[in-house]
């Protein structure tokens, strides 16, 4: 910790932590950055299946992120 502010040990990641980063990446990039730059289409123009699908990867990148992260913070 700098200056004793941080934590007293590693940080507690695994996969559940890493799925609620992956969802929380989804949302604000995909559905706040990227709209408000103009780069993604309106959410209703985008059918629910290629939402789902998006959401799904996600928090398949996230869960991995998180467990790697545990495996490698050993």
Known sequence: PVCGGGPSGPPRLGPTAGALYGAGVRL???EVILRAMEIAPEPKKVPMSEHLQ???A????GSST??????LMR
């Open 66 to 71: 998180g467990s790697i992260t545990r495996l």
């Open 28 to 30: 604000v990039l995909d």
């Open 54 to 56: 998006a959401l799904g």
């Open 58 to 61: 996600h928090l398949v990148y």
